[in-house]
T-cell receptor
């Protein structure tokens, strides 16, 4: 149980285009999901907290107009990287909070490369 | 938000020896501290966690200690094996929205 998926697992896009990444909780409902970014050999940096049915809360320094988050259902959150640039190339990981305690469950990550 | 520091950044030990990784946090209201193991290009895997009402927790070769007064917690791996080689991250859970703030990571190498 407690499986989280992400799609796509990797994506290559051209500079200036937009890319959407999906995060799904497959066997539980998640009122809250989190989006992280991880650069090579670095830590996971929290980008935003996504709550079902409400606006996402962004961490300081994260551009909300560039990283659009939608949490339309209790099992799906999406992150759209708009007008992507090479510096947005990174590993994006989501996690889902089942709301039953402390533990969160991580997705497998999405490798984004912007050329 | 929470500020989590982690040391050392790299650690090499001989197989069978112990490894210790230390973390400090800034928000005294944080109350949950998980440790994750991450292999290259994969999701973090929870290996052990501790809540603020507990000072120590052990699971086979892995243990975690927490000092709330000093705001630091540590991961202890005994009888290390080559398959323990990976990057380890500590995290502290924010008290306002359950978000995790991660330490900077420790690359552990166990030498056979």
């Amino acid at each position: 149980g407690a499986v989280v998926s992400q799609h796509p697992s990797w994506v290559i896009c051209k500079s200036g285009t937009s890319v959407k990444i999906e995060c799904r909780s497959l066997d539980f409902q998640a009122t809250t999901m989190f989006w992280y970014r991880q650069f090579p050999k670095q830590s996971l940096m929290l980008m935003a907290t996504s709550n079902e049915g409400s606006k996402a809360t962004y961490e300081q320094g994260v551009e909300k107009d560039k990283f659009l988050i939608n949490h339309a259902s209790l099992t799906l959150s999406t992150l759209t990287v708009t007008s992507a640039h090479p510096e947005d190339s990174s590993f994006y990981i989501c996690s889902a909070d089942p709301g039953q305690g402390y533990e969160q469950y991580f997705g497998p990550g999405t490798r984004l490369t912007v050329t | 938000g929470e500020n989590v520091e982690q040391h050392p950044s790299t650690l090499s030990v001989q197989e069978g020896d112990s490894a210790v990784i230390k973390c400090t946090y800034s928000d005294s209201a944080s109350n949950y501290f998980p440790w994750y193991k991450q292999e290259l290009g994969k999701r973090p895997q929870l290996i052990i966690d501790i809540r603020s009402n507990v000072g120590e927790k052990k699971d086979q070769r892995i243990a975690v200690t927490l000092n709330k007064t000093a705001k630091h917690f540590s991961l202890h791996i005994t009888e290390t094996q080559p398959e323990d080689s990976a990057v380890y991250f500590c995290a502290a859970q924010g008290h306002t929205g359950n978000q995790f703030y991660f330490g900077t990571g420790t690359s552990l190498t166990v030498i056979p």
